[in-house]
């Protein structure tokens, strides 16, 4: 693997943004190392350190980082539909969105699909073995809340080729569009109480941080420190007069989340954020300019996801471990917990990179030539991925055979048929090129 970095950071173009792939090594190493730091962990149980001690919830201002990640995928997107468009000309815009889709979701899918087989039939077995309590229980439904996150790119490169064609003909009329709707939906939730519509803000909020990566690409994001102030001032002008809570993460028990579905306060945040990472621009690129950095930005980026898929599970791995060694696990916050905490977080780190090198294979598979395709079976395809993660990130595998189900927007989903949507979605995206290639063989022979 050493070898292979050091060709691919050696082959590395002049002309390829490096700080862009060092902000997404960075922005998932924080939210990573966020989920080790806040898990409070007891023998009764999984909490949260943001709720014993609220004064920390400050801290996720600079920590929710998650919103970099999506800024950072719009301007990757944007690179890639538009490389694609200029290799294949001739092709119209169904059969390019099919190959894009494609091409953006082959290194995503396929470590994701694992994931979700492996923890699917380990789930499995350990119900149809009578288990399935204590932590065990707890570590089946926490697992794939990282899904979530997965469940959101998707829609991001869904929606990319349609938005943007509207930021080459509007600019940033269409970034100002997406965030009036976010305006519009808290709006109509808040002051109106109109129920369920709260959650198109998962496509208003996080779309219009994805379109800022578009700016980015086209060298129109001038202003960065107007837009952290903008973002800052407007997130802490609404958590102080609104209904938002000061957490910029999730908390247990919360009447209104600025995550889940996201609010106009998050996508504040997220300009504050992206403000201040075109701030750091400079000084990040020269940093990432050093050959030993670039290598090690390389190596990380090409296990990034894997690393991001498992490490809950090695989280979860070194507290059995304590608890099944009998290990006295401290209160959370106190003196001794926060003693033991790089322990903890060196523990899970180091699981985290075996399972990293069991799994890593997954994430790097082999190159397939990028062909137009059929556009209405990739979209049917990445919408029932869409359904089946967004589902089981809310589910889990808990309960996989007592039929527990959770509710997604107003639907209920259970673990199974989460799984089967997923599934047959991924089947769907990698065949939507297969059909077309065989259709142009036949009308090859025909001719």
Not at 222 to 249: D, F, H, K, Q
Request: aromatic share 8%; hydrophobic share 55%.
């Amino acid at each position: 693997m050493g070898s292979r970095v050091r060709t691919l950071a050696e082959a590395t173009p002049d002309t390829r943004d490096r700080y862009v792939d060092l902000l997404r090594v960075v922005s998932l190493g924080t939210v990573v190392l966020g989920h080790w730091l806040m898990a409070a962990v007891t023998a009764d149980g999984v909490g949260n350190l943001l709720a014993v001690v609220p004064e920390l919830q400050l801290l996720t201002w600079a920590l929710q980082i998650m919103p970099v990640f999506f800024f950072v995928g719009g301007f990757s997107h944007a690179l890639s539909y538009r490389s694609l468009r200029r290799r294949h000309p001739a092709d119209d815009g169904v059969s390019l969105y099919a190959a894009f889709l494609r091409a953006r979701l082959r290194r995503l899918l396929r470590p994701t699909m694992v994931f979700v087989l492996v923890w699917g039939a380990a789930a499995l077995l350990v119900q149809l073995l009578g288990g399935g309590g204590g932590l065990t229980g707890v570590s089946l439904r926490l697992v794939t809340q990282p899904l979530w996150f997965i469940g959101i790119y998707l829609a991001m490169v869904a929606f990319t080729p349609p938005l943007l064609r509207l930021h080459e003909r509007y600019g940033w009329g269409a970034f100002g569009a997406l965030v009036a709707g976010a305006v519009l939906v808290d709006v109509l939730r808040f002051v109106l109480g109109v129920p369920f519509v709260e959650f198109l803000n998962f496509a208003f909020v996080w779309l219009a941080v994805h379109q800022l990566g578009f700016l980015r690409a086209d060298g129109r994001l001038r202003l960065p420190s107007a837009l952290a102030a903008t973002g800052l001032a407007g997130a802490a002008l609404l958590v102080a007069a609104g209904p938002y809570p000061l957490s910029m993460v999730g908390m247990p028990g919360e009447k209104v989340s600025n995550m889940a579905p996201p609010t106009l306060a998050l996508l504040c945040h997220g300009l504050w954020l992206v403000g201040a990472v075109e701030l750091l621009r400079g000084p990040g690129a020269r940093l990432v300019a050093r050959p030993r950095v670039w290598r090690t930005v390389v190596a990380a980026n090409g296990v990034a996801m894997t690393a991001f898929l498992w490490h809950l599970t090695a989280m979860l791995g070194v507290y059995g471990a304590l608890l099944a060694t009998g290990v006295t696990l401290p209160e959370p916050a106190s003196a001794a917990w926060w003693a033991q905490t790089p322990l903890r977080i060196a523990a899970a780190a180091l699981l985290t990179a075996v399972l990293v090198a069991a799994f890593r294979g997954f994430e790097q598979p082999s190159p397939a030539p990028v062909r137009p395709g059929s556009g209405p079976l990739a979209a049917l395809g990445i919408t029932l991925c869409l359904f089946g993660v967004l589902g089981l990130s809310m589910v889990g595998f808990a309960g996989l055979l007592d039929g527990r189900t959770a509710t997604l927007v107003a639907v209920p989903v259970s673990a199974p048929a989460a799984v089967a949507m997923a599934l047959a979605g991924w089947w769907l995206v990698e065949r939507s090129g297969v059909a077309v290639r065989r259709d142009v063989a036949v009308g090859r022979d025909e001719g």
